[in-house]
């Protein structure tokens, strides 16, 4: 079984609101990831966990505060988003160094 | 710095017509190469991973090809439920990222 699961699929939110978007899999892969989608461009990678520690973060605006409580499960807590941030964000679990599973993404709106 | 091309940009094939989708890449020290399947508004589908020049892997009407410099998606036969953007991308280092080319968006005419 190679699934990556979101939730939730939509989402849409003011600037002023706080909301999570999470991602679990039950593959036992200890590298999780979170990406941004914009149309027609390839995902961005923002943050990498490692073994439940953070080990990458791509320069991505303290408004994206990345989570990982344990090896199956990471959340991403949203607050104070601009319009810019619409897009699809995208889940993503690996062995370390190795091939990356995508899960459906959720598709975000800020209003 | 890692660099991946993609060639070419769109591809309109007709049912049945087999063609290949390039992907071009520099990078200092190839740890492997991905290949993805992406539909309209949904996550990207793994498609192969190859790791050293001359492998080649194969499924159902897809087949892929690494070589030292690029990566070939080769399509035999296609059908119009393959129209969708392939995505490329590499990996290097022990750090986990990925370097993605741009994308092929792939049309299959009935």
């Known amino acids: 079984d190679t699934e990556v699961t979101q939730t939730p699929k939509h989402l849409v939110m003011g600037m002023t609101n706080k909301k999570s978007l999470k991602c679990e899999q039950h593959?036992?892969?200890?590298?999780m990831y979170w990406y941004k989608q914009k149309a027609k461009k390839p995902p961005e990678l923002m943050f990498v966990?490692?073994?439940?520690?953070?080990?990458i973060n791509e320069s991505v605006p303290s408004r994206f505060s990345p989570e990982c409580p344990n090896s199956s499960l990471l959340n991403l807590h949203l607050h104070a988003l601009q319009p810019e941030d619409s897009a699809l964000y995208l889940c993503?679990?690996?062995?370390?160094?190795?091939?990356?599973?995508f899960g459906p993404g959720t598709r975000l709106t800020v209003l | 710095e890692d660099q991946v091309t993609q060639s070419p940009e769109a591809l309109r094939l007709q049912e049945g017509e087999s063609s290949s989708l390039n992907c071009s890449y520099t990078?200092?020290?190839?740890?492997?190469l991905f290949w993805y399947r992406q539909d309209p508004g949904k996550g990207p589908e793994f498609l192969f991973t190859?790791?050293?020049a001359g492998e080649e892997k194969e499924k159902e009407r897809l087949k892929a090809t690494l070589t030292k410099k690029e990566s070939f998606l080769h399509i035999t036969a296609p059908k119009p439920e393959d129209s969708a953007t392939y995505l490329c991308?590499?990996?290097?280092?022990?750090?986990?990222?990925?370097?993605f080319g741009k994308g092929i968006t792939l049309s299959v005419r009935p």
């Open positions: 993503a679990s690996s062995p370390p160094g190795d091939t990356q599973y």
């Open positions: 593959m036992g892969h200890r590298a």
């Open positions: 966990y490692s073994y439940e520690k953070l080990s």
């Open positions: 990078v200092s020290g190839l740890r492997g």
């Open positions: 190859l790791y050293s």
């Open positions: 991308a590499v990996s290097t280092g022990a750090n986990s990222k990925l370097t």
